[in-house]
T-cell receptor
Framework: AQSVAQPEDQVNVAEGNPLTVKCTYS??????LFWYVQYPNRGLQFLLK????DNLVKGSYGFEAEFNKSQTSFHLKKPSALVSDSALYFC????WGGGADGLTFGKGTHLIIQP | GAVVSQHPSRVICKSGTSVKIECRSL??????MFWYRQFPKKSLMLMAT?????????EQGVEKDKFLINHASLTLSTLTVTSAHPEDSSFYIC?????????????FGDGTRLSIL
């Protein structure tokens, strides 16, 4: 079985400061990892993914994430936060060696950027 | 980029009504589409995986006779909530993945807010 943990319900960051949203995962094989963002009453927007290759993945809107296999983590980062980054962020995993086709999502982390 | 259109965005109807939600991939073909349900302040729960031309695969605990899924073409999947009751009120979101396969991200519709009175 695959699972995702986002340990923080909410992260507060001052505008201009770096931000980190944490994610750890568990799969039996090798992971496909994704980050999505959700604005109120909207669907999810794809930010970035890790499949293989470089551990540091760059995505949309200046976000990046670092895959750490030993710590089974895939934390989302941005060097300088904007107020418009305030939203709900989901980490998701799919085991590319397993039979499950759908994504397993974390519970989500509310990111609040304070002006 | 890949666009998924979900319609309607909001439905309010009486208990006992059946409601159909459409999910279309506009600029790519999707062999596989997914239906999720999201409760307030909760994560997305996968309800079923919809494969073009075959029966949907439902997750444990999801009633297939209650939530009918049809995926008749590579660009359209529909979810019908039959005889809806207040406990079916929720935010339903579909996603579609390009036919290129499992490493491709899922692209999500904007969701349907279903309210059953």
């Amino acid at each position: 079985a695959q699972s995702v943990a986002q340990p923080e319900d909410q992260v507060n960051v001052a505008e201009g400061n770096p931000l980190t949203v944490k994610c750890t995962y568990s799969v039996s094989g090798n992971p496909y990892l994704f980050w999505y963002v959700q604005y109120p009453n909207r669907g999810l927007q794809f930010l970035l993914k890790y499949i293989t290759g470089d551990n540091l993945v760059k995505g949309s809107y200046g976000f990046e994430a670092e895959f750490n296999k030993s710590q089974t983590s895939f934390h989302l980062k941005k060097p300088s936060a904007l107020v418009s980054d305030s939203a709900l962020y989901f980490c998701a995993v799919r085991d590319w060696g397993g039979g499950a086709d759908g994504l397993t999502f974390g519970k989500g982390t509310h990111l609040i950027i304070q002006p | 980029g890949a666009v998924v259109s979900q319609h309607p965005s909001r439905v309010i109807c009486k208990s006992g009504t059946s409601v159909k939600i459409e999910c279309r991939s506009l600029d790519f073909q999707a062999t596989t589409m997914f239906w999720y349900r999201q409760f307030p302040k909760k994560s997305l729960m996968l309800m079923a995986t919809s494969n073009e031309g075959s029966k949907a695969t439902y997750e444990q605990g999801v009633e297939k006779d209650k939530f009918l899924i049809n995926h008749a073409s590579l660009t359209l999947s529909t979810l019908t909530v039959t005889s809806a009751h207040p406990e079916d009120s929720s935010f339903y979101i579909c996603s579609a993945r390009d036919t290129l396969g499992g490493a491709q991200p899922q692209h999500f519709g904007d969701g349907t807010r279903l309210s059953i009175l």
